[in-house]
DNA sequence: CGCACGTTTGACGAAAGTCAAAACTGGTGG
DNA sequence: CCACCAGTTTTGACTTTCGTCAAACGTGCG
């Protein structure tokens, strides 16, 4: 197998794809282009015109923005088939955040024209962007629930659980996938904070070191911060409170 | 001129109706119905079957969420022109906020099997809901960076530019949409730190009474606030700073 | 007049930001 | 193998801000 089929073998998985005919994800895919960036590389800057919107392949990227007083505020953190920049191609068409990869990373660059004249011609291409849109539209909504958890112990708790939320079983092991200070820029709060906070999660049964983190009771871990979620139950992939109203409940 | 036509005149000039050739805009509106509310009336709940989106043609409508302790966290507050439940129709088809009117207001409701299936067929429907959905995507950016602004006079005075991006000259004098009670909720603060935060800015020009406001200078009161905000210049309404390097700044 | 509602004020404590120094990490080269 | 370095993380002392509770104030209305 090419190198070609390859990228496209992953990328035909995204929710950027569903549901293409294999005719159309092909023709697609010879105009997108792939990008490779090493780690804290400038992918694109706020108010820079944009002429490409990426698919992430594999890696994290940053979206962030600057002040005045050149304090960075994040917007997002992105892994493998997130979608960058697609908000900024319709109205203006420049970015409205700048982007920044945090690892090495591989991006599949489009460029903003193609897909504006295919979703006039392809119904199917833009109801995946409307997907698209609607999902990130829900992923604000968790990350300003998050904001809103009180103090900072529930909102890196929360975070925690978003992280392992691919994680089975009672508890677990996993590594951060970006350092300390991003976690805290992204959750809004001071480095130091975040420091305090995670040792406070030490009687919860999180331990930390080494870039990684182990959680020893995720469902006693949701008890702390998903309570005071207002998050629909079953929106947020983090919550891993039991359901069962006749489950004993040891905490 | 009859009651649907006065209808049709008002509500296709939103961004809903946007581009639609006239049969279109006509064939839709007999599917959609107009309902109305009164004060503080339940529209929907967190977790009912999304059958209709709405928009409001008049009035102002709260989106809000509650967690176990009955703590409300408020999502966003709309007008006229806004559309509620959009995100809800894809995925599950359920609500994913509860909705509520502030004020005595009215609503087209529009069947979401009526949009899906529309979607489809009309490529300009689908990139009006795409428009839509990103400008979503920036106003909840906007209302984040508001969150991070820092102190809360500095949070309440971006939501008095913003509520006040009409008018034009260098003050005025305008009437708050809400009672401060909703302000403070929407603004993720306490009632008694918006009161002091509001007698705070007194001293930056802004004073109050009445359901009322009055501001007698926007670009200081936008200089106390927006000089932190990292949005992008021209994205936010509410922003009055002074653009050009060359004019004299007074303070 | 008194009642309900929304708003303001005061006193207090808890939480988080700030600044700065100390401790730890991994990698490099002698 | 160890000393050294830069980058990251933790800790400590201090200040500011905000939430909380509760009481007082004001306004409109029956």
Redesign the pocket.
């Known amino acids: 197998m090419n190198y070609e089929d390859s990228i496209k073998l992953i990328v035909t998985s995204f929710p950027f794809f569903k549901n293409l005919s294999d005719a159309n994800a092909d023709s697609l895919l010879t105009e997108f282009t792939v990008k490779d960036f090493q780690k804290n590389q400038f992918i694109f800057g706020k108010g820079d015109p944009a002429t490409y919107c990426y698919i992430v392949v594999s890696g994290w990227v940053k979206l962030f923005n600057v002040n005045d007083e050149s304090n960075i505020s994040s917007i997002q953190l992105l892994s493998r088939g997130d979608v960058l920049g697609l908000d900024a191609i319709f109205d203006d068409g420049v970015y409205l955040y700048s982007a920044e990869s945090v690892n090495d990373c591989r991006l599949l660059a489009v460029p903003t024209a193609v897909l504006k004249e295919n979703i006039r011609i392809n119904p199917v291409l833009a109801a995946n962007l409307l997907g698209i849109l609607s999902h990130r539209i829900k992923e604000m909504q968790i990350a300003s629930a998050c904001f809103l958890l009180?103090?900072?112990?529930r909102?890196l708790s929360c975070l925690l659980l978003r992280l392992s939320s691919w994680m089975v079983g009672k508890g677990g092991t996993f590594k951060l996938p970006y350092?300390?200070?991003i976690a805290a820029e992204h959750l809004?709060?001071?480095?130091?904070?975040?420091?305090?906070?995670?040792?406070r999660l030490d009687a919860l049964g999180v331990k930390?070191?080494?870039?990684e983190v182990t959680i020893d009771d995720f469902a006693k871990l949701s008890a702390h911060s998903c309570t005071h979620c207002p998050i629909l139950e079953g929106q947020c992939p983090g919550r891993r409170m039991k359901y069962d109203p006749d489950a004993q409940q040891d905490y």
Chains 1, 2 share one sequence.
Not at 188 to 199: E, F, K, P, V
Not at 208 to 211: H, K
Request: aromatic share 0%; net charge positive.
């Open positions: 009180g103090d900072a112990s909102r350092g300390k200070a809004g709060m001071d480095q130091a904070t975040l420091s305090r906070a995670l040792s930390s070191g080494n870039g």
